[in-house]
């Protein structure tokens, strides 16, 4: 039909007529079904016609592209043609590609299939090839990053030590209060094929039901059921009144607790279920100057992000989290698609910091003290949540004036929100901080989450100094270092403006310095 | 305050926009404000039934308007500086507030001007130049269109000689 065009180009697996078929049918069975129940209903006659276009249209649409589709790599470039009339092909220079992703659905793995996606270091500019046999999935892979290791300037790390064999650093179970489970020596990098930075360790489970991450999916679960709950013939309103009756019968508070003791169950096996099965067989590597994480029950992910665009990194401790001594940590890179990228599920705190100085190959910007903003920034940690407890107080003032409720409530309710607020305020001034560090420039911040920013000071593309009526009025600024990596910029908040000035321009020297000047006579 | 050796203090940059900027301004929020303060009065005047105090609130916001109109320009063309070093481009900003932005030459990605049409009317032209990083394009607003042109000459002769990936 449609020729393979010569000069190395490769069709995807085969195997991807069996796959694309069953996404459309999946896709299509819906409106096919529906179709067909009508058309039965009218006439059967149409019956053989319709029944082969139902079936091979599927079939057709999924093979085309296969048919279509081509790639290959030759000595400086991936390619990948596609389209039947449009013909359309990307290319990638060897040279450019920053990561190689692996993704495989349960669909893909039961074929023995694998997603592969090749990011170049622009926004938005992968190359998809969807799907290849797992096995060239990981050949392409290893010859994708290994060849751009090579061009990478060997002289970045002389003359490395004969090498342990593979994977010879092997992670500790990890007991959780002692040592870090993780590759030492982040100082003295050894240059191995693969050192093994952390791995799964089941005794992390514990962590699961204190991140909350979760909760969301929880949430939605429980707005599908009550809809579901709406359609059930016993939950018109005499079947709800007689049944309230009932439970007023018993004791209120016992009905309560089930409930809640319920929930937390769900919660629980759910948390526990929704952790195992986005962390099974979790594996962070260090191969080939990339970092390379493989984790997933039902569909795995292979996510791999070169070490040099890796800026930094982020250590999150949500408050149930940091309760139990876990926390999560992130890499911020350049050139990835979201350049927020989870290494570590949820794990002890120890593990996390390790793993991080072992990617920052720095020991410090983790642990380290901050330097405190001081008393006036305290005042406006607190003065920001109480703003925010005073709006909903008015919003609820609003709605118990619509609604003629006593006020006693609303009282209760103020009161209520002014001590959260208040505790959420000395929360946040506590984890506020900064600290600058052997190249490393180091932000706290987090209300109720303890969040600890590391951003390698190479990194830094730019500065804002930015300050309100209010902050002029007491001399603080948001200090904000601009980055291409991770969420594109470092805040540094509520710090004093000669503070400001002054770690901005110890983080990146000369660059202030035409700008600065020294107020000596006046300090 | 004394844990660091002399106090280190961000000067102004260099220059200032072009005078032409307050007429400007003036103009644009004249247009801005002025659509709102009618619509609020038409709606005042025209809605029967409406309470008295409600036209106190008009009158507040019609003074608010011209207060803005007057001093907003005037204040903002003391704030609004900037100066392109061979190294850095350097701008301080706002007029409630204060913005000031730092961005190295080596790691600037585009450098576009823009001129609206009632920009073109007073002669003006802004510079925005942009870096990798999202929070980090620097603008320069109402320049004279000539040293507009001067200024994106000399960045994007600047910015071609630095053969980096910016990031």
């Known amino acids: 039909m449609i020729p393979v065009p010569g000069d190395g180009w490769v069709r995807l697996s085969p195997r991807k007529l069996l796959l694309d078929p069953v996404k459309a049918v999946g896709q299509a069975i819906v409106p096919v079904v529906v179709a067909l129940v009508g058309i039965s209903q009218s006439d059967m006659r149409y019956w053989p016609f319709?029944?082969?276009?139902?079936?091979?249209?599927?079939?057709?649409?999924?093979?085309?592209?296969?048919?279509?589709?081509?790639?290959?790599?030759?000595?400086?470039?991936?390619?990948?043609?596609r389209g039947l009339l449009n013909k359309n092909t990307s290319t990638a220079p060897l040279d450019r590609v920053r990561s190689v992703d692996l993704e495989a659905s349960l669909l893909h793995r039961v074929l023995g299939l694998q997603?592969?996606?090749?990011?170049?270091?622009?926004?938005?500019?992968?190359?998809?090839?969807?799907?290849?046999?797992?096995?060239?999935?990981?050949?392409?892979?290893?010859?994708?990053?290994?060849?751009?290791?090579?061009?990478?300037?060997?002289?970045?790390?002389?003359?490395p030590p004969p090498a342990p064999a593979d994977e010879a650093v092997e992670a500790g179970t990890g007991e959780p209060g002692g040592p870090a489970p993780v590759a030492?020596?982040?100082?003295?990098?050894?240059?191995?094929?693969?050192?093994?930075?952390?791995?799964?360790?089941?005794?992390?489970?514990?962590?699961?039901?204190?991140?909350?991450?979760?909760?969301?999916?929880?949430?939605?679960?429980?707005?599908?059921?009550?809809?579901?709950?709406?359609?059930?013939?016993?939950?018109n309103e005499q079947a709800a009144t007689s049944a309230w009756e009932w439970v007023t019968q018993f004791a209120v508070v016992a009905i309560v607790a089930v409930l809640v003791v319920g929930a937390l169950a769900v919660w629980v096996v759910l948390a526990v279920a929704g952790y195992v099965a986005q962390w099974w067989r979790f594996r962070l590597v260090r191969e080939h100057g990339s970092l390379h994480l493989t984790a997933g029950l039902f569909t795995t992910r292979s996510i791999t992000v070169e070490e040099p665009k890796v800026r930094g990194v982020e250590m999150t401790e949500p408050l149930l989290l940091r309760l139990v001594g876990g926390a999560e940590l992130s890499t911020l890179a350049t050139g990835v698609e979201n350049g927020v990228t989870q290494v570590l599920p949820p794990c002890p705190r120890a593990v996390a910091v390790g793993v991080g100085e072992s990617v920052l190959e720095h020991p410090g910007p983790l642990t380290e003290d901050l330097v405190p903003h001081g008393a006036k920034a305290r005042r406006r940690a607190w003065f920001?949540?109480?703003?925010?407890?005073?709006?909903?107080?008015?919003?609820?003032?609003?709605?118990?004036?619509?609604?003629?409720?006593?006020?006693?409530?609303?009282?209760?309710?103020?009161?209520?929100?002014?001590?959260?607020?208040?505790?959420?305020?000395?929360?946040?001034?506590?984890?506020?901080?900064?600290?600058?560090?052997?190249?490393?420039?180091?932000?706290?911040?987090?209300?109720?989450?303890?969040?600890?920013?590391?951003?390698?000071?190479?990194?830094?593309?730019?500065?804002?100094?930015?300050?309100?009526?209010?902050?002029?009025?007491?001399?603080?600024?948001?200090?904000?270092?601009?980055?291409?990596?991770?969420?594109?910029?470092?805040?540094?908040?509520?710090?004093?403006?000669?503070?400001?000035?002054?770690?901005?321009?110890?983080?990146t020297p000369g660059l202030l310095a035409p700008f600065v000047v020294h107020t000596d006579a006046l300090a | 305050m004394s844990d660091v050796g002399g106090t280190p203090v961000l000067r102004a940059p260099a220059h200032q926009v072009s005078p032409r900027a307050v007429p400007f301004w003036t103009v644009s929020a004249l247009i801005g404000d002025a659509v709102l303060v009618v619509a609020a009065l038409v709606a005042w005047l025209l809605i029967p039934g409406v309470p008295s105090w409600v036209g106190l609130i008009v009158a507040l916001a019609a003074a608010l308007a011209v207060a803005h109109v007057v001093l907003m320009p005037r204040i903002r063309f003391r704030v609004h500086r900037w100066e392109v070093t061979d190294t850095a481009v350097h701008t301080r900003e706002g007029w409630i507030g204060r913005q000031s932005r730092i961005a190295p030459l080596s790691r600037v990605q585009t450098v576009d001007s823009r001129q609206g049409a009632l920009m073109r009317l007073f002669g003006l032209s802004s510079i925005t130049v942009t870096t990798a990083s999202a929070a980090g394009p620097i603008t320069v607003d109402c320049l004279d269109q000539d040293t507009a042109r001067d200024v994106v000459a000399r960045l994007t002769a600047i910015t071609a000689a630095t053969a980096d990936d910016a990031t």
């Open chain 1, 184 to 235: 030492p020596a982040p100082v003295a990098p050894l240059v191995p094929a693969s050192v093994l930075l952390a791995q799964i360790d089941w005794s992390w489970l514990r962590f699961a039901p204190f991140s909350l991450g979760r909760l969301v999916l929880l949430a939605g679960a429980v707005g599908l059921l009550s809809q579901l709950g709406d359609d059930l013939p016993i939950w």
């Open chain 1, 50 to 81: 319709i029944l082969p276009v139902a079936v091979l249209g599927p079939l057709v649409l999924g093979a085309l592209p296969w048919l279509t589709t081509h790639y290959r790599l030759t000595d400086t470039q991936v390619q990948v043609r």
């Open chain 1, 115 to 159: 997603k592969v996606q090749i990011g170049t270091g622009v926004d938005d500019d992968r190359i998809t090839l969807d799907a290849l046999a797992a096995a060239d999935a990981h050949a392409l892979r290893t010859t994708l990053l290994r060849r751009r290791s090579l061009q990478a300037s060997p002289g970045a790390a002389p003359a």
């Open chain 1, 384 to 507: 920001r949540q109480l703003r925010h407890a005073l709006d909903l107080v008015l919003v609820a003032a609003v709605a118990w004036w619509f609604l003629d409720l006593s006020w006693w409530w609303l009282l209760t309710l103020a009161g209520a929100l002014v001590v959260l607020a208040a505790a959420a305020g000395e929360a946040s001034y506590r984890h506020l901080g900064h600290a600058l560090d052997h190249q490393h420039l180091v932000a706290g911040s987090g209300t109720l989450a303890r969040v600890r920013t590391v951003l390698e000071t190479d990194g830094i593309i730019g500065w804002v100094v930015s300050q309100s009526w209010w902050q002029r009025r007491i001399g603080l600024a948001d200090l904000i270092a601009t980055t291409a990596a991770g969420n594109e910029r470092v805040l540094v908040r509520d710090v004093r403006l000669e503070v400001a000035v002054a770690l901005a321009d110890r983080a």
